[in-house]
């Protein structure tokens, strides 16, 4: 089954209220950063990149090897410019070579591959996430999404879609061959932690100069 369609039954479902407390905000971090443990909460406010307790999972979602927390970093707004990317190491997951992407636009610019099948197939930076928790409700049900405002408004449906476009093993993009749908319960988890507080608090306007 194809993900958009997966994407689809999500939203006629409906994410079920997502749970305020800290575990689901954690777990949902974790997840985010690609962790197969905890966040080091300390490195990565140091370093504004996420940073393992532990072990990092060699393929989130049985994808390639990026992360959402790869294209969004606490140190960038929750987005990524083109002077972090600059600062990444040459096997940084980001510049997987495995999909459709340009690599100069990508190195030089921070644009990524964004299909969206009848809709959208074009290259685009990564949307900066500190703002969710004023667009969304805590089911992550949002007034808009995306660069442009013209993406699916669930926070789920959102990030079955991104998962399924940047961190698939190829530009076939098959699910649960090439990558791996999160489950409701990851989802509700990843909901719980791009609307918390760990993440707006993060916007750069918000810091003491």
């Known amino acids: 089954m194809k993900y958009w369609t997966l994407a689809a039954i999500f939203l006629v479902l409906a994410v079920p209220a997502v749970s305020s407390a800290e575990s ?3 777990k949902g971090q974790r997840l985010f950063a690609g962790c197969l443990k905890k966040v080091d909460d300390k490195e990565t406010l140091k370093t504004g990149q996420f940073v393992c307790k532990g072990k ?6 049985g994808g390639n090897g990026r992360a959402c927390g790869d294209c969004h970093m606490p140190g960038d707004n929750f987005g990524i410019s083109a002077d972090r990317i600059a600062s990444l190491k040459s096997d940084h997951p980001l510049f997987f070579r495995g999909l459709d992407e340009d690599q100069k636009l990508l190195r030089n610019h921070g644009l990524v591959h964004v299909i969206v099948p009848g809709q959208i ?4 930076q990564s949307p900066k996430l500190v703002h969710l928790q004023e667009q969304c409700d805590k089911r992550g049900n949002c ?3 995306g660069l442009l405002g013209d993406r699916v408004t669930n926070l789920c449906a959102f990030s079955i879609q991104a998962v399924s476009n940047h961190m698939s093993k190829s530009p076939r993009r098959i699910a649960e061959k090439d990558f791996r749908v999160p489950t409701e319960k990851e989802c509700k988890w990843l909901v719980a932690y791009m609307v918390s507080d760990l993440v707006a608090d993060q916007d750069e306007r918000n810091k003491k100069r």
């Open 24 to 26: 689901s905000v954690r």
């Open 56 to 61: 990092r999972d060699p393929a989130p979602f």
């Open 121 to 124: 197939d074009e290259f685009r």
């Open 143 to 145: 007034d808009s999404l």
